[in-house]
């Protein structure tokens, strides 16, 4: 886990924050899920292709409501500033044990498929000559791919709100319990409550006093539970999370591995009239990018069986809680 610090984002945050209730409310492309403690999730999504500084990726399918395409104006510079948060983490994991594995001629991070049918019609370096057969670094992985984006607007079942003691609070049930994502790691923008319209306040007001709820993380190697602490981050960090891809695809080429993040999610017992805002990015590998070697499956082939489960009820790319095939997050 790690905090990434880019100027100007909390800004972008508040402002996009500010219109997503509202659009969200109206959009007639929303997907709306009800979790077992009762709370609500409202989502529109999108994707971006690539890990450029400052790309903006595909529009919002928002379903041309006026109030969602002043939305999808304002968020574009807080998707930009966290494309900024993905280059910084591309540049971070080229030193060190990553080094080892960019550095020299043979250099490998992910092999990709040697076929355009494995690929989807792509192949390695992304053009289909057929030329690459390798990823040689986190960068070159995150350039390839195309990767999930989801806003999400939570509010609190009648029950939630009705739980006022702090005894109630710290024995509620969470709204996603402790699990891990699949991609190889998840970027997002710590939540914020704001006013969806139904209370006193004006629509898109953020609420700086309202606690967005908790995120609990198991830390390696022993699993020691923390929370992320809302109240002392900066308004301006994106927080990073690595998943199940980064651990075994990657991690277990590095001397010092890496460990994919398990993490929790308690929405709070917000008020009528308020929501709790999320952004969060979930960056997946290159559709030609082999997960198994050995029996030749690459990623594309791998999320397509995913999604289909997905839509059975069994498994997502990404978990409710950390942002990807569903999204979430702290």
């Known amino acids: 886990v790690a905090g990434v ?11 996009a924050a500010a219109l997503f209730a509202p659009c969200v409310a109206a959009s007639p492309n929303a997907q709306v899920e009800t979790y077992e ?28 409501v006026d109030v969602c395409a002043r939305f999808e104006a ?13 280059a910084l983490v591309a540049r971070a994991m080229s030193v060190g ?3 080892k ?5 043979d250099a490998v991070m992910l092999r990709a498929a040697s076929t355009s049918a494995a690929a989807g019609g ?4 992304g053009d289909g000559d057929g030329g690459a057969s390798k990823y040689a670094s986190v960068g070159d992985i995150l350039d390839g791919g195309t990767h999930l984006e989801h806003f999400h607007a939570y509010r609190s079942s009648p029950s939630s709100r009705a739980s006022a003691s702090e005894e ?15 991609g190889l790691f998840i970027a997002f923008t710590p939540a914020v409550v704001v006013s969806d319209g139904r209370g006193d306040d004006a629509p898109g007001t953020v609420d700086a006093e309202s606690s967005p709820g908790e995120f609990e993380m198991s830390l390696p190697p022993n699993g020691r539970r923390v929370r992320l602490d809302h109240e002392n981050l900066d308004d301006d960090v994106v927080i990073v999370a690595l998943g199940d891809m980064m651990e075994h695809q990657i991690g277990e080429k590095l001397e010092s591995g890496l460990r994919a993040v398990p993490h929790a999610v308690t929405m709070p017992a917000l008020g009528d009239g308020r929501s709790r805002f999320w952004y969060g990015r979930m960056f997946l590998p290159p559709r030609d990018a082999l997960m198994d070697e050995a029996r030749g499956v690459s990623f594309g082939e791998l999320r397509d069986a995913l999604v289909a489960d997905a839509r059975s ?18």
């Open 313 to 330: 009820g069994a498994m997502s790319v990404a978990c409710g809680g950390g942002g990807g095939g569903g999204g979430g997050g702290g």
């Open 5 to 15: 610090l880019v100027p100007g984002l909390g800004d972008a945050k508040k402002r």
């Open 122 to 125: 792509r192949d390695g370096d």
């Open 74 to 86: 304002v968020s574009s510079e807080l998707r930009s500033l966290v494309s900024v948060a993905a």
């Open 97 to 99: 044990d990553f080094a």
């Open 168 to 182: 109630e609070a710290t024995t509620k049930k969470k709204t996603i319990e402790l699990h891990t994502d699949h």
């Open 37 to 64: 403690d009762g709370a609500d999730r409202h989502t529109l999504a999108t994707t971006t292709r690539g890990a450029a500084a400052g790309v903006v990726g595909e529009k919002i399918d928002h379903g041309a």
């Open 101 to 105: 594995l960019i550095d020299g001629r």
